[in-house]
């Protein structure tokens, strides 16, 4: 089992960066005074598709040869990795079949739709995704682009750690949110390749700790029934990104539901930009963990996505 280089997520960024946006790394004074630390927030928020992972999927249609892309792509997703693949495939002239939980917010299924991609429902278990996904395969042909457990699309995923630290190469603390791995992975090969002594740390929602359990544990434990408000942080870590997470991340420290909506709320108040609840996990996590660690330092933070499902979010609002 292979894990990316420094060099493959160079040769990535290469790949694509005519086609994603290099998106801004931003600040706030406020938050710093808050909170005791300066961060640099990467805004992938601001990608197409409203999240990283059209980094990963864009690299992974690139990588493919004429033979691969002649039926097409497909992927099972509950929402950015899908619409990630249907535009990617479209700007590549190739359709893309997309599988998606039917519980898949109506904001992720409507961006999909857009897209243009034939999607396929199924119920919200992990087997029901794989199982629709090999018959949607045997029917049409497609080529399968998993979310996270891919060469292509690690590599991808960490061309946005790349630009974090091409633009501010002085922070001590680099972080992700991790669900299935694929932003983490790059991002902790792409930070230790560049700078062998900084800090890789990742949030996790408390809710959802399989990744927490299985990196201090050193072995893997699937996801079981997660029920967190982070939707994009459901999924379970595969064997590809556990190698790359053990061997290059340092910690993993987890955000308990309140504070990720908490955490949520103050970037947006004090930032002025929409993000979604997994993408304020790893600012929760460090407010939820101790200070002492962090407190002073320059810590970038990538903030995976925003697409946020407005109803959702007003129903988390709680009247004063």
Not at 76 to 98: D, E, K, Q, R, T
Request: proline share 6%.
């Amino acid at each position: 089992m292979v894990i990316p280089s420094l060099s493959d997520i160079q040769t990535a960024h290469s790949r694509i960066r005519s086609f994603i946006h290099r998106t801004p790394v931003l600040t706030s004074t406020s938050l710093n005074r808050i909170l005791g630390a300066e961060f640099f927030f990467k805004c992938e928020n601001f990608q197409k598709v409203g999240a990283f992972k059209y980094r990963g999927a864009t690299n992974a249609i690139l990588s493919l040869t004429p033979a691969e892309l002649e039926k097409g792509v497909g992927t099972h997703s509950s929402g950015n990795h899908a619409a990630a693949l249907a535009l990617a495939a479209a700007m590549a002239g190739v359709p893309a079949y997309i599988v998606m939980p039917h519980t898949a917010p109506a904001i992720k299924k409507a961006a999909v739709a857009g897209y243009g991609a034939h999607i396929v429902f199924c119920e919200p278990t992990q087997e029901e995704r794989e199982k629709t996904m090999m018959k949607v395969q045997e029917e049409t042909g497609c080529t399968f682009i998993h979310p996270y457990d891919r060469f292509e699309i690690i590599a991808g995923q960490g061309t946005a750690a790349l630009e974090l630290l091409e633009e501010i190469p002085t922070v001590d603390i680099i972080m992700a949110p991790v669900g299935g791995g694929g932003l983490l992975s790059g991002t902790a090969i792409a930070a230790k390749g560049l700078k062998p002594d900084i800090q890789v740390w990742a949030g996790e929602p408390q809710n959802a700790d399989d990744a927490f359990k299985s990196f201090y544990s050193g072995e893997l434990h699937p996801s079981i029934n997660p029920k967190t408000i982070a939707d994009g942080l459901l999924t379970s870590l595969s064997e590809l990104t556990f190698k790359a997470i053990r061997e290059n991340a340092d910690a993993i420290l987890l955000a308990p539901e309140q504070l990720i909506m908490d955490a949520l709320n103050l970037i947006l108040q004090r930032m002025k930009i929409v993000i979604e609840p997994s993408s304020a996990v790893p600012l929760a996590a460090l407010m939820a963990g101790p200070e002492k660690h962090w407190k002073g330092k320059k810590i970038g933070i990538i903030l995976s996505g925003g697409n946020l499902d407005m109803a959702m979010f007003a129903s988390q609002i709680k009247p004063d």
